[in-house]
Nanobody, 122 residues
């Protein structure tokens, strides 16, 4: 069974840091594009970044303001999202997804994780 599991979410104060992880089972993640998405309460799910498979090109959405960094840990079959200087507007459920390429729409992504909650509050 092909599965993704996100971890690392939690409660953090404004200006704080979190590292989310997306770990795959049943397939080798380094060969796949991996996208990170977030969905704030009452809003649609939006893309944050995609890292392509193989060449590891990174495609960031401008709204992250350079605060988020995506990386691979192939030994752990994982893609990480380092989130820096978090703000209350970053509060959302964060999801990862995998597919053969960085899709431009949500329905192009084949494998999704269940999500992890990130709450930024003082």
């Amino acid at each position: 069974q092909l599965q993704l599991v996100e971890s690392g979410g939690g409660l953090v104060k404004p200006g704080g840091f979190l590292k989310l992880s997306c770990t795959a089972s049943g397939f080798t993640l380094e060969h796949y594009a991996v996208g990170w998405f977030h969905q704030a309460p009452g809003k649609e799910r939006e893309a944050i970044v995609c890292i392509s498979g193989g060449d590891n090109n990174r495609y960031y959405v401008d709204s992250t303001g350079g605060r988020f960094i995506v990386s691979r840990d192939n030994a752990k079959n994982t893609v990480n999202l380092q989130m820096n200087f978090l703000q209350p507007e970053d509060t959302a459920v964060y999801y990862c997804a995998a597919d053969s390429f960085c899709g431009s729409s949500l329905d192009e992504w084949d494998i999704w994780g269940q999500g992890t909650q990130v709450t930024v509050s003082s």
